[in-house]
């Protein structure tokens, strides 16, 4: 069996608390507990997130517990060896990691991807890639690697095979939406984006992790499945440069969408949402509706202009608008 190490060293924090060891955040990125190795009281166990996504820890009280990765405090908890597979079997398992399958992503939870099966026909196999899909992908778009990574691992982002061409999905776990683009930027014979059966386009891909964030966590709404990829990775830059406030994007499949899905607005009531339409006509009036209809739900709305002809991608790319605006 094979484990997404890269996922297993940026779940620390996980590992801890399924050990039950009570976790002081001082901010996204550190933290500190009482060592499980020595069972001490105070608060010498510190523990770090690199930029990279992958936490180190390092315990000061001198019990020997010199520190590493989530496989080095396994080995160190079960005295195995952290070279041996056994050691990373048994850190995942704690953690809730499954193995890599090849034949395609285990749902998280089978419940929920059971009732989604109304939703999206897709026209191919969805498949969550590897570590060197991802990597591909990352460059091919621009984007950066943990952005992409975590995209995939809040299961926003999938791939698959359409017209024989290799296509990536932005879409989330309930699949009640999604949006379906060739990695090569060319069109398909019907345009840019697969036309897909069944997506409910009342859905905002992205939306399923509302239901495990706080109501602190503001939303940025962005139009369709590139600009939405665009704001992950100036989010994950933003993080990654110690920005403060916490936010998840959404994409909207298209400037016409008219109306929320009811669970949706269950989640988006009390939050700040802001939106970010394309600077253009469609955009415009999106951007009126949808600050209306966020505000009569109880939303703060706030409304972004772009300029004319702009979307938010090309402001990003270029540099003209700074992830720490968008996230201000
Ligand atoms: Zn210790």
Redesign the pocket.
């Known amino acids: 069996m094979k484990y997404d190490l890269y996922l297993l060293k940026s779940h620390l924090p996980e590992y801890l608390r399924a050990i039950g060891c009570e976790l002081n955040f001082k901010h996204d990125t550190t933290f500190t507990t009482a060592?499980p190795?020595?069972r001490?009281e105070k608060q010498?166990?510190h523990a770090t997130q690199k930029p990279d996504g992958v936490w180190v820890w390092h315990?000061f009280?001198g019990?020997g517990?010199d520190g590493g990765t989530v496989i080095d405090l396994h080995s160190r908890l079960n005295g195995v060896d952290a070279k041996t597979s056994d050691c990373i079997k048994g850190a995942a398992e704690v953690t809730g990691i499954s193995p890599i399958e090849e034949t395609g992503p285990k749902p998280r939870n089978h419940h929920r991807e059971e009732k989604a099966k109304s939703g999206i026909r897709w026209s191919g196999e969805l498949i969550k890639g590897t570590e060197q899909t991802w990597k591909a992908f990352a460059q091919k778009r621009k984007l950066s690697f943990p952005a992409i990574h975590a995209a995939v691992h809040g299961g926003i982002l999938r791939f698959l095979r359409v017209e024989g061409k290799q296509c990536f999905a932005v879409t989330d776990e309930t699949h009640r939406a999604g949006e379906v683009r060739r990695i090569d930027g060319k069109e398909f014979y019907c345009g840019k984006v697969y036309g897909l059966p069944g997506v409910d386009k009342s859905w905002l891909p992205g939306a399923a992790l509302l239901r495990e964030t706080k109501l602190e966590k503001s939303v940025l709404i962005c139009e369709g499945s590139t600009d939405f990829l665009a704001a992950f990775d100036a989010y994950s830059k933003y993080r990654r440069a110690d920005g403060e406030q916490s936010w998840l994007p959404l994409a909207a499949l298209g400037a016409s969408c008219k109306h929320l899905h009811p669970d949706i607005i269950k989640h988006l009531k009390g939050r700040t949402v802001r939106i970010a339409p394309d600077g253009d006509e469609a955009g415009e009036k999106m951007g009126n509706h949808w600050g209306e209809m966020l505000s009569s739900m109880g939303c703060l709305a706030e409304v972004l202009e772009m300029p004319k002809g702009r979307d938010l991608r090309d402001m990003l790319e270029s540099g003209e608008l700074k992830p720490e605006e968008l996230y201000s």
Do not use: A, T
Request: hydrophobic share 20%; glycine share 20%; net charge neutral.
């Open positions: 060592c190795i020595h001490g010498n166990f315990c009280s019990c517990g």
